[in-house]
């Protein structure tokens, strides 16, 4: 089975820009969480979504934004980009919400902001 | 969310067992501790999760106090490929809503050939 897949692997953008980061889950899983990791830092919650509804969001400006399709593949959309949002974005899906559901995450797309 | 405690860094013997120690004496009856591991230039893996009797998959056992207060990871065997960043965390049971992981600095482990 295919695991996370996000697309794509790294990217390049100046400040001011915006991006668009997709993720496809695993078939199957209908939840798809995004986080940040800054180099050297554990990963950071962003966003949840859950059935295409969002379900939660991280301590994060309203510059980052997430929609979920019908199939359950997910964009992140981060506007007016900063130097400080230079990260790996890292896409993970699960079954459900619940705390017993573990998450599979994808490898990230890296993004630098130049 | 249970705040957690792990070494920094440890250092273990190839094809020894290593024990990897996690503090959350804040933890809820309630929160399941689950495990994940990053190996470098990938996402986090999934390891294993238990809510209070002992685990054991194919990647590891997980061996959770009577109080609940702590948990030891307990990789076997340990292989060049086990070194990674492994991150204990306490995740909330809940439906319907979000509950996230939520990541603190983890544990380096090096295997040392």
């Known amino acids: 089975d295919a695991g996370v897949t996000q697309s794509p692997t790294h990217l390049i953008k100046t400040r001011g820009q915006q991006v668009t980061l997709r993720c496809s889950p695993i078939?199957?899983?209908?939840?798809v969480s995004w986080y940040q990791q800054v180099l050297g830092q554990g990963p950071q919650f962003i966003f949840q979504?859950?059935?295409?509804?969002?379900?939660g969001r991280g301590n994060f400006p309203d510059r980052f934004s997430a929609r979920q399709f019908p199939n359950y593949s997910s964009e992140l959309n981060v506007n007016a980009l900063l130097l400080g949002d230079s990260a790996l974005y890292l896409c993970?899906?699960?079954?459900?919400?619940?705390?017993?559901?573990?998450?599979?995450f994808g490898n990230g797309t890296r993004l630098t902001v130049t | 969310d249970a705040k957690t405690t792990q070494p920094n860094s440890m250092e273990s013997n190839e094809e020894e067992p290593v024990h990897l120690p996690c503090n959350h004496s804040?933890?809820?009856?309630?929160?399941?501790i689950h495990w994940y591991r990053q190996l470098p230039s990938q996402g986090p893996e999934y390891v294993i999760h238990?809510?209070?009797s002992n685990v054991n998959n194919r990647m590891a056992s997980l061996a959770i106090a009577e109080d609940r207060k702590s948990s030891t990871l307990i990789l076997h065997r340990a292989t060049l490929r086990d070194a990674a960043v492994y991150y204990c965390?306490?995740?909330?049971?809940?439906?319907?809503?979000?509950?996230?992981?939520?990541f603190g600095s983890g544990t380096q482990l090096t295997v040392l050939p």
């Open positions: 979504y859950y059935e295409k509804e969002e379900r």
């Open positions: 993970a899906s699960s079954r459900g919400t619940e705390g017993a559901s573990p998450l599979h």
């Open positions: 238990g809510l209070t």
């Open positions: 965390i306490p995740r909330l049971i809940s439906s319907g809503s979000a509950r996230q992981l939520t």
């Open positions: 078939s199957g899983h209908k939840s």
């Open positions: 804040t933890i809820s009856g309630t929160d399941y």
